[in-house]
Structures are given as C-alpha cells and as structure tokens.
C-alpha cells in the first residue's frame, strides 16, 4: 500500500500520541484501581474495628447487668456472648448503620470460632455456619488485569476478616472473627465514573492529534508539493523556473533543482545537436548500421537498412535481433544469432529478392563488439551493398574522367578555333583564284566540308566546356515525361515501340532546369527505342522513393555487354554506328548537376533499366536556387 507522505506523518504522530494516552491511562487506571480497592480494604477494617470495640462495649455491659455465663464450658460461654450481642441495641444499630449508609460495605457477621454466625445484618445468618470469602487483600494484590476481569465480571464478594478475641488485655483468647464483606459491584460504580471520564479524555486528545498532526504535516510539505511541482515543470521542458524564496532546506533544495533544469537545458540542446547530426550523418549513409545493446536491443538504426531489411528504420528500433532477424533470415546465421549474442564476423551473404524494389543480391555483413573497460556493452552490425559500392565508385570514375576531359578541350577548342577561322578565311579568298576545271573545284569543296566537320566537333567542345546556367523551375515530372514521350514519338512509332507508364500523380512538384532534364530523358528513351530494333516495350515509371522522385525508363531491348558496362557514360564511346557517343554523357551531368543519381541494370538480350533519383527537398529551397552555375568541374554540360 502506498501513503502519502503527509498521511504517513500524521497516522506517526497520532500514533504516538495514541500510545501515550494509552500508556499514561493504563497507569491511571491501575493507580486509581488499586487505591480504590485499599480505601475498600481500610474501610472495611475500620469498620470490623468499630464493631469489634461495640461488641466488646456490649460484652462489658452485659456482664455490668449482672449477666454471666452459666458455666465456662464453651456452649454456655457461646450462648453467653451470642446473648450479650444479641440484645446490644447499639451493636445492632451500628451494624445495620454500616451496611445501609455505606457505599461499600454489603453485609457485616460476627462469626464463633466453628465459623457460625452469631450476629449478622443478614437476618438469616445467625446460628448458620458461614464459608469464609476471598480476603479483600488478595484482590488488591493482583495484577491491574486480573483486578479488571474480577470487577467487570459477575458480581462477587470478598471480605476482610478482623480476629474477635475476648479476656482482660494480656490475656485475650480467640473466640471467633468478625467479618466484613465487600461486593465488587459495588467498588465498579466507584471506579466508572473515573474511567469514563479518563476514556473521553483520551478519544479527545487522540482526535486533536490527528487534526494537530494533519494541519503540521501539510504546513510542513507545502513547499515540497510546489518543489514537485517545478520538477513536472522542469520534466516538460519548461527550465526557466524561479526557486522557492525561502532560506531553509526546501529553498536550498529549490535553488540546485532550478540550477540543474539549467544544466539539463544545455545538455539538451547539446543532446539535440548531436541527434540531429547523427541523424544527418546516418541518412547520408550508404551502408546500413545497426547499434545493439548488451541484451541485443536496437537503439539505433540507420534509415539506409531499410534497403537491406525491407521494414523502415524507425519500426526497428527498440526490437531484440532475434525479433528483427527470424529464424531462416540468411542474416541470422551469418550473425550466428543461434549462438547466443552478435559475434563479431564478417562476411558476405545473398540475399534473396525482395519484390520488384530488390533484386537477389550479395551484401557484405560484418559485426563489431561495442566494449568499455573490457565489459561488453553492445554490438554495431554494418550491412553494405557491395553492387551500388562498385557501380558508384564507376560513377565517380567517369565524373572525374569528364571533368579531366573537360578542362583539356577547353583549352585544344580554343586553339584549334582560332586556325580553322583563318583557314576558312584563306580558302573563301582562295576561290576567287582557283582555276576552272572538276579537280581543283572538287578539292575546294572537300577542304570547305572537312573545315565545316572540324568546326562542329569544336563547337560541341566548347559548349562542352561552357559553364551553364541552370533555370531551375518548380516542374511536374509526369507532365515533363509526357512532353519527352511526345518529342520522340515520331520515332517509337517509327521503331514499333510500345509504351507503358505508371506516373505517381501525387508526386510534388520538383525544382528542375526542365530544358536540361527534357534533354537527358530524351536521350535515355531515344537510347532505350535505338536499342529494340524490331519493336518492343518501353515502360516508364515515375514514384517517390523516400525523399527522392525516382523515373525509371526499362526497355526490353538487346541489353548492354559486360565489357562496355564500364565505358557507357563516358564522352564519345558509343556503339551505334552513327551515334555520337554524348547522349549519356550529357544525361550523367545533368542528373548530377541536380543532385541526384543515375544508374542502370542491364541483362544482355532482355532488356535495360536506367533509374534517375532526383532529390525532392530542392523544392522547398527555391528561392536560394533559382539560378546556379554548376561548379567548376562540373560545367562540361553537351548541349546534343
Ligand atoms: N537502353 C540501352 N540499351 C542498350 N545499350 C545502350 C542503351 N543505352 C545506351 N546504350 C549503350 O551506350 C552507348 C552510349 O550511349 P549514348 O547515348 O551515350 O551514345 P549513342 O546513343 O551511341 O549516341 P548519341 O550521342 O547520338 O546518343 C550506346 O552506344 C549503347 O551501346
Ligand atoms: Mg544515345
């Protein structure tokens, strides 16, 4: 059960103070009870005494009457006294006086030595032999329990026995006792009225200290009530809290709980940066990264294993490993989860497919132990897509390779520029001069043919080189796709192409440069209809994919070979005869140029699927990315 602390207070309190009265009225009580019975006992022999004295007053003028026993045997002097008693007027009085104005005692009886009553104020005594009753001194000697028992329960009598001896002083002999009897009904009324009034006494005083005892202890943890108060406020973020003004210990303790909600503030704002970096840093990876704690819980995952695992970060997180890798998964044994916990490894493992989204692939696992001062704290698993490793680092292979080849032409343009100018300027004044006839006019014209050959090729090297201004604009993907799709229909019809597309409609709007974005989808589906020559299907995808919108355009064509995977963004390599080899060069530098990605699989003779991911976050900075020029290495954009 809990108490509050003020109700534990004051059921201490009135318990002590229960006690107290307890303690302080058992001893009252006992005092009271046990001096009561001792006036009792007292009394009652202060008056076996005053009888004793009468009956003897009685004996003397009985004897001063001329009265005498008729012989000394012990009936005669029996009958004697009993006589001598009998007609004693104050005797009798005094008995009847002391049993009828007495509160206490019940019954007096002047017994012979055989125990026979001789005189009696019970009228039916006298000449009966009377059993002896339990001495009064025997009650006021037991214990304040057994005293209780005896005047609460039945009533009974006791009584207190004086020796009732006769003969000239010096020489008295027993002759019989007198015997006064005490009722305990009596002695209770003498005592209840004292107890009652000791009762109340302690209900009372029991009744103020719990009101007493109540009123301290909410006076008392008032300030702790409003301390609890500032804590709940502290706990929801709310710092700034003024302590209590108070110099004692609950102000003190106000003071360094204000103190500490300050500290909590800077730790916070530390904790949150830190988060918000992890976070960032974490989003930004590639591999996916697991942390487990010592009894195999996930306390951070990083939103890249959803790729791996195919369930999203956040519902992994807080689960057991054994939870989140099932028996059968390929990534438990690999873990050795069947053992017990995450044992370092590392490996490869194949993961099957996973829907349309994954293809089976082989991903590398490795687990590390997480260990402070030689104890095991935890585990951090590491799953990486050795695929999408290789295909960027060809990425950036060919990025680089560009923007090496970018700044060479730059320079050979423009030198090899200037010559063909004042080429063509020495052959247009050369025409005028040259003689008629076939052979001379048909070298003429081939010189004017290979300078107008050698002056596009430059010119392509220079737009190139030229740094573009993106004209970024808010644009509709699908709306985009469509118009690409109507640019090239004279030849997917012309190629008996068939197209499928599933654009998602909800998809916001993206910030593009859309001449530069039309241009590069051109390229991928002129490249998709080029590689089906006798017809096919051309499917184009549009659908968000996490904060990217992903466009992927799949032809059922005759594929790309291994050997040219490498090679098929690079400038000028092409396969096609008639083909100038920039078509994916220039789509590469525009979906980098947006910061996205491009990619493809291809299995030769089914078929080529290329995947633009564009970011949708430019959208929300517009206004800081209207126009941008590319950076340095990145400004060789073919215009083709
Ligand atoms: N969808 C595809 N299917 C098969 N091979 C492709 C596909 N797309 C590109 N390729 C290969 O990549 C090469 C380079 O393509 P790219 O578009 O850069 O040049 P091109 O099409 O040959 O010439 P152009 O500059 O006129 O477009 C192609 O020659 C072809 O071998
Ligand atoms: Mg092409």
Request: charged share 20%.
């Amino acid at each position: 059960m809990h108490l509050r602390l003020k109700t534990k207070i004051t059921l201490i309190i009135s318990g002590l103070v229960l006690a107290v009265v307890v303690v302080n009225s058992w001893l009252y009580m006992a005092t009271l009870t046990r001096q009561v019975i001792r006036e009792s006992d007292n009394r009652a022999r202060q008056v076996a005494q005053e009888v004793f004295f009468q009956a003897q007053t009685a004996l003397v003028d009985s004897a001063a009457a001329g009265n005498a026993p008729l012989s000394s045997s012990p009936t005669d002097m029996r009958n004697y006294v009993r006589g001598s008693l009998d007609q004693n007027a104050a005797l009798s009085s005094l008995i009847d006086a002391e049993v009828g104005y007495s509160f206490l005692v019940y019954e007096v009886t002047i017994v012979d030595h055989n125990g026979v009553a001789m005189i009696s104020s019970d009228a039916s005594l006298p000449d009966h032999p009377v059993q002896p009753r339990t001495p009064l001194d025997q009650l006021a000697g037991s214990s304040f329990i057994g005293q209780m028992r005896v005047l609460f329960g039945p009533p009974r009598a006791y009584e207190v026995a004086y020796p009732f001896n006769l003969g000239p002083a010096g020489h008295q002999v027993p002759f019989g006792e007198i015997r006064v009897a005490v009722q305990t009904g009596l002695l209770r009324s003498e005592i209840a009225p004292s107890m009652r009034s000791a009762a109340w006494l302690a209900v009372i005083s029991v009744l103020f200290s719990v009101l007493l005892a109540g009123v301290v202890s909410s006076a008392a943890l008032a300030p702790l009530e409003r301390i609890s108060a500032q804590l709940d406020r502290i706990s929801r973020g709310e710092f700034d809290q003024k302590p209590l003004e108070r110099g004692d210990e609950f102000g003190q303790v106000s003071t360094k709980i204000v103190q500490i909600g300050q500290q909590l503030r800077g730790v916070r704002e530390i904790f949150s940066t830190l988060r918000e970096n992890l976070d960032q840093v974490l989003g930004g990876l590639e591999d996916g990264l697991l942390l487990f704690t010592r009894d195999g819980r996930a306390v951070m995952v990083s939103p890249a294993v959803e790729r791996f695992l195919g369930v999203p970060a956040d519902k992994l997180l807080g689960r057991e490993a054994g939870d989140i890798f099932p028996p059968k998964h390929p990534l438990r044994a690999a873990l050795r989860l069947d053992d017990g916990a995450i044992a370092p490894v590392s490996t490869q493992v194949e993961l099957p497919a996973d829907g349309a989204n994954h293809p089976a692939r082989i991903i590398g696992v490795s687990a590390q132990a997480i260990a402070e001062g030689g104890t095991r704290m935890g585990a951090l698993v590491t799953l990486t897509d050795l695929e999408s490793r290789e295909r960027i680092s060809t990425q950036l292979q060919v990025s680089e390779r560009l923007a090496a080849l970018g700044r060479v032409t730059a320079g050979v343009a423009h030198e090899v520029k200037n010559p063909l100018n004042s080429m063509r300027l020495w052959l247009e004044n050369l025409k005028g001069h040259i003689p008629a006839g076939e052979e001379p006019q048909q070298a003429v014209r081939v010189l004017d043919a290979e300078i107008d050959r050698l002056d596009t090729v430059v010119k392509r090297f220079l737009d190139f080189t030229r740094p573009v201004e993106m004209n970024l604009v808010e644009t509709s993907l699908a709306t985009l796709i469509q118009e690409v799709l109507d640019t090239a229909r004279p030849q997917i019809e012309h190629g008996k192409v068939c197209i499928e597309t599933s654009l998602a409609p909800s998809l916001p709007p993206v910030l593009i440069d859309r001449q530069l974005l039309h241009q590069a989808l051109l390229n991928l589906i002129l490249n998709a209809v080029e590689a089906m020559p006798g017809g096919g299907t051309l499917a184009i995808d549009l659908e968000r994919r996490a904060d990217n919108a992903e466009i992927r355009i799949r032809d059922t064509g005759k594929g790309i070979a291994p050997e040219h995977r490498a090679r098929i963004f690079q400038l000028f390599f092409t396969t096609r005869p008639g083909g100038s080899g920039i078509g994916l060069a220039s789509a590469f530098r525009t979906v980098q140029m947006h910061d996205g990605s491009i990619d493809y699989e291809s299995e030769p003779g089914h078929g080529t699927t290329f995947r633009i991911d564009l970011p949708l976050s430019r959208a929300s900075d517009a206004s800081t990315a209207a126009t941008r020029a590319p950076e340095p290495s990145h400004t060789t954009v073919p215009r083709t």
